[in-house]
């Protein structure tokens, strides 16, 4: 029998690294969990200590020689993915940490498999908008398409996974912590929103963590070494009135009163309908703006490689409006 593949985890500590954890089949793979200093409890092996700002990964030589010579695969996950930083926050982990994975996995003639984001298709040539320099997103979006870049131009073996919006595991809602998802619904349900920006046509589209971890897991045992895939629900994801319908029942599950905002155009939106606002709401509202713009500009019904990933990856069917209440459901009653 052939021993299992070794595989080195960045941002083992993280959302997707810890889920991809609880995926892991210790049989078929060996995961080397790797995370800069926060605990990761789903590991089987000790944490390996590494920062991917600094040369060889913050290893010593003989330390980086011996990793290299045991790893078969990356699975690159680690990343700062709090949005609204100037530019050169991302860049020492995003772009040259990801520059570093990369020396990393040549010398260990090991394929990486990279974790970006569904919205680089708002920076991708054709995109049918253009996404304003100020949005909020604009940096974190642009680290990783710069991540991808060095990856298509090393000549290393790769695959890009670029997910949606993530929410919790799609059958019990856990989370390792909250996310954008999250923390939006719940500003809606207190209500923060007196309206809600929207762009006509796009869909709330957010996918369930696991469904990611599913498809990466499976990725490395089946040794593929390149694709582009688009961790998405597509033309099957709920609309905005929908995304409105979960949060109502929610609410009523939980004893809350919650009337849904009414839905503005905006397209034709006067700016001074966000400016005028008290400081809190005009954030709220502009975090709203600049995410719907996002989802235009990468085509308001997001590229999707679903069907791909159910035939080929077993990736299980998964009502998005039913992983999405379970979601909250987990928030409210773990996340505060």
Not at 146 to 175: K, M
Not at 222 to 246: I, K, T
Not at 270 to 277: A, G, L, Q, S, T
Not at 293 to 301: A, I, N, Q, W
Request: glycine share 8%.
């Amino acid at each position: 029998m052939s021993r299992p593949r070794t595989v080195l985890l960045t941002g083992a500590s993280g959302v997707v690294g810890r889920a991809v954890l609880r995926e892991q089949h210790p049989d078929r793979l060996r995961i080397i969990p790797a995370a800069r200093s926060a605990p990761v409890p789903e590991a089987a092996e000790p944490v390996l200590r590494c920062d991917l700002t600094r040369e060889r990964l913050g290893l010593d030589p003989d330390s980086y020689r011996a990793l290299a010579a045991e790893v078969d695969v990356v699975i690159h996950s680690a990343g700062l993915t709090e949005w609204g930083l100037p530019a050169e926050r991302y860049r020492p982990v995003n772009v040259d940490g990801t520059r570093q994975v990369i020396d990393f996995a040549a010398q260990a003639g090991a394929t990486v498999h990279f974790m970006s984001t569904e919205f680089v298709a708002a920076l991708l040539p054709g995109a049918p908008a253009q996404l304003r320099s100020e949005n909020i997103c604009r940096n974190y979006i642009d680290s990783k398409r710069q991540a991808e870049e060095l990856l298509r131009v090393s000549g290393l073996p790769h695959t890009v996974f670029r997910p949606t919006n993530l929410i919790g595991d799609a059958a019990t809602g856990w989370t390792s912590r909250g996310q954008i998802v999250q923390q939006m619904s719940d500003w809606l349900l207190r209500g923060r929103a007196p309206f809600v920006p929207v762009h006509p046509g796009i869909r709330m589209d957010f996918v369930a963590q696991d469904l990611l971890a599913k498809a990466v897991v499976r990725a490395v045992e089946l040794g593929d070494d390149e694709g582009a895939f688009w961790v998405s629900y597509g033309p099957e994801a709920m609309d905005v009135e929908g995304c409105l319908r979960v949060l109502a029942k929610h609410a009523a599950a939980v004893g809350r009163t919650f009337t849904p905002p009414p839905l503005v155009d905006a397209d034709t939106l006067d700016p001074d309908e966000i400016d005028r606002r008290d400081p809190m709401t005009r954030a709220y509202l502009s975090v709203l703006r600049d995410v719907g713009e996002v989802t235009r500009c990468s085509g308001g019904v997001l590229p999707t490689s679903m069907p791909m990933l159910r035939s080929r990856y077993g990736i299980p069917v998964v009502d998005d409006t039913a992983a999405y209440a379970t979601s909250l459901a987990y928030a409210a009653e773990h996340l505060g």
